[in-house]
DNA sequence: CTTGGGTCCTGTGCGC
DNA sequence: TGCGCACAGGACCCAA
């Protein structure tokens, strides 16, 4: 489920596995993912040192030696499981959902890193709308992928001023808006959905509306659930890569995310939650909270 | 310019 | 038990 939550939580626990580790062996499995390997992908990271590991939006971008980033969207269903030396558990204790290989589920492990240590670090992908990229990393900030790219919403540079400011005169409902990656980058439609509700707005609402008194709410609530979703990642980062060493993949609780027909949490509503399709992606909401 | 719809791909769960 | 359809956490591309 990668939102920017589950990116930050999946580069967490990349960085003990990889950073200042050296790729002994980089394969791929396949030709492409949702877009070709770079010429030479495997090739070109073989042998270099890893350095900082980041995220932006929701890429995880990780500097290789010589002046090279590489750059890794998970898509609908990309994870990485880390196996061996490396991984954040005991050696050995890994017995769930690993192919006898040592691979993450066997069928759709489509990249496989191994470091100096002996970690095996693999990419899963079933649906393969993931992208794996390797750009000059003086090139990054202008590339296609990250030029247009809205503020990180933990960033400072996004506050209810800024919102406002990309909200103005949009005629897309909000919930579309906030999907949108240049008005905000990281965002998914878990999370937006869950700041709605949170901020009790509608989804249906215009975005334009949203500008000025409804973003000051807004903005703080964005923020708080995905700081809240990284905490629960992180916390638990630790119990479940100890059961199998996949990161970032553990059973979320949501306010109103797929529960229709449940009753709405807050004290004294219990109206029943709605779903709706928006731009072809579901949306859930209380009719009677959310105005 | 903005906006909405189709598309990539595979897997799962539901109703019949 | 099997089949077909709807739907799934993303985002690009193109037509209107």
Redesign the pocket.
């Known amino acids: 489920?990668?939102?920017l939550p589950?990116v930050e939580t999946v580069c967490r626990g990349l960085r003990p596995a990889l950073k200042g580790r050296i790729l002994a062996k980089v394969q791929t499995r396949r030709a492409n993912l949702?877009v070709p390997f770079p010429h030479d992908f495997a090739k070109r990271l073989t042998g270099r040192r890893v350095g900082k590991i980041t995220r932006r939006?929701?890429y995880i971008l990780a500097e290789v030696e010589g002046g090279e980033t590489l750059i890794v969207?998970l898509?609908?269903s990309g994870r990485f499981t880390i196996h061996g030396a490396g991984a954040p558990s005991k050696p050995g204790r890994f017995t769930h959902k690993v192919a006898s290989d040592g691979s993450g589920d066997g069928?759709?492990d489509h990249v496989v890193f191994e470091t100096d240590e002996g970690t095996r670090i693999v990419y899963t992908d079933?649906?393969?709308?993931g992208l794996m990229l390797l750009v000059p990393t003086e090139e990054l900030e202008s590339h296609k992928?990250f030029a247009e790219l809205g503020p990180e919403p933990l960033g400072k540079a996004f506050t209810a001023k800024s919102l406002s400011a990309s909200l103005k005169g949009?005629?897309?409902p909000i919930k579309?808006a906030l999907l949108d990656?240049t008005v905000v980058a990281g965002l998914?439609?878990?999370y937006v959905c869950e700041a709605l509700y949170r901020a009790r707005i509608s989804p249906k609402r215009n975005a334009a509306s949203v500008a000025g008194e409804r973003s000051t709410k807004l903005v703080p609530v964005i923020k708080d659930v995905l700081s809240e979703a990284i905490a629960a990642g992180g916390s638990s980062l630790r119990d479940y890569a100890q059961a199998d060493g996949e990161l970032g993949y553990f059973q979320?609780t949501f306010t109103v995310y797929d529960r229709e027909g449940e009753p709405c949490l807050t004290p004294g509503c219990a109206h029943k939650i709605k779903r709706l399709v928006q731009?072809?992606?579901?949306t859930f909401y209380c009719p009677n909270c959310q105005r």
């Open positions: 489920m990668p939102e589950e949702r939006a929701k969207h898509g609908m069928t759709h079933h649906r393969r709308f992928l949009k005629k897309t579309s990656q998914g439609n878990i979320h731009a072809g992606r579901s």
